[in-house]
């Protein structure tokens, strides 16, 4: 037991490295999605370098912190680590531009079947089933509600089922929603937004994403123990 929990503490302190290394490429390719966006206007100065640079810091911290907590708690380890660094890129893009890219959701559909295919993830069918109910959802909240979100949220909804299956794809968009609304009252009250304002939706989705990824299986034990003590 000591021998596998050595082992254990060793394998989440490698993905945790490698996690660092992968939270920098996530702040490299988000700095080039804001060159290309930014195309034209005023240059860096030293006091934007400066947050650029604490930004890349956090950016490659937390998404080591956040795969080794995945791979240590997380019933398919190595899928959720592997979705770190994907939600974290969605994260900061969608923050700074409310947009998530094409190329995130294709590299996040790939890899999560392929995790399938290779026995890493949920399986095939639960995946296909996942990516499909997830995306129809979200089709109709965007039908019914016009505006309300944007296509890269709707695209990425497939990842989130891809990843996650059918039921814990749908906790994920549950409690997605659920931080979202908390998220937009704390706005509303500090009146830092009003009512017809827009915020990016990608985060609440990963953060969802994220939740169901390591600790689904606890959320629902716990739902469901509520649910028999009735």
Do not use: C, N
């Not at 992968?22 to 080039?32: I, N, Q, T």
């Not at 639960?126 to 019914?144: C, E, H, P, T």
């Not at 505006?147 to 990843?163: I, N, Q």
């Not at 937009?184 to 009250?189: K, Q």
């Amino acid at each position: 037991m000591a021998e596998m929990g050595r082992t254990e503490s060793s394998m989440a302190i490698v993905v945790f490295l490698v996690g660092l290394g992968a939270g920098v490429l996530v702040d490299l390719y988000a700095a080039r999605v804001r060159r290309m966006l930014s195309a034209g206007r005023a240059g860096t100065t030293s006091a934007t370098a400066a947050i650029t640079a604490t930004s890349a810091a956090m950016t490659a911290l937390a998404t080591g912190a956040l795969a080794a907590m995945a791979w240590r708690w997380s019933p398919h380890p190595w899928s959720a680590a592997l979705l770190v660094p994907l939600l974290v890129l969605v994260t900061v893009v969608d923050i700074e531009h409310q947009l998530i890219l094409d190329g995130s959701v294709l590299t996040g559909l790939v890899t999560g079947l392929a995790l399938s295919v290779a026995g890493l993830s949920v399986s095939v069918p639960s995946a296909i089933f996942g990516l499909i109910l997830g995306s129809a959802i979200m089709v109709v909240v965007a039908m019914a509600s016009p505006g309300s979100m944007g296509g890269g949220d709707v695209k990425f909804s497939a990842v989130m089922g891809a990843f996650l299956g059918p039921g814990f794809g749908l906790l994920a968009l549950f409690v997605g929603f659920i931080l979202a609304a908390l998220a937009g009252l704390a706005l509303l009250i500090t009146r830092r937004k009003g009512r017809k304002d827009s915020i990016p939706f990608g985060p609440f989705l990963a953060g969802g994403t994220y939740i169901a990824a390591v600790w689904g299986p606890v959320i629902l034990s716990q739902y469901l123990s509520l649910l028999l003590k009735k």
